[in-house]
């Protein structure tokens, strides 16, 4: 497909530069002392022996008090600077919250089932819950009663759902260790 845009003259007049970057070797770093051995160990087994040095350095920022950022490539290892120290905490604290923010219900999905995966393979119980419109009413009254865990929602229900009735949410707000916006730029 490439090499047929590259060959169509009427493509090519609206493309303003066309680069082609050499492949290179991925720069690793080994699990922080941080982490717990029970994480680190759900992590091997999903056959992660090391980690990349942004996703290392993300989580030692964590380890220290330090807010993040993370800015890299499409499927680079992002989800786990985040998910890593969330679910490091929540070992070390189980009231420990966390309120996770996607820009899509979608997303959330996505995010939520891969999540759930690695708690699966931690081998204890750590609650994962979306908030969003297609929350049953049942579901949002134990959600709100939740005992540590994560919240996964988006924009819109925060501001419409969560923030107006605060004072519902009051456990989990006074145990919340991290709040994660995922996809910033939307």
Known sequence: LLTQLRADRDFMRRVAAWERLPARAARTAPFPATLDPRLVAALQS???????????????????????????????????CYNAPVLNAMLRDPAATALYLFPTKALAQDQLAALNDLVAALGTEIPAQTYDGDTPRDRRRATRKM??????????????????????WAAFFENLRFVVLDELHT
């Open 46 to 80: 999903r056959g992660i022996e090391s980690l990349y040095t942004h996703q290392a350095h993300a989580i030692e920022s964590l380890a220290r008090g330090e807010h993040i950022v993370v800015v890299t490539s499409t499927a680079s290892g992002k989800t786990l």
């Open 147 to 168: 005992q540590g865990g994560l919240l996964i929602t988006n924009p819109d229900m925060l501001h419409t759902g969560i923030l107006p009735h605060h004072t519902k």
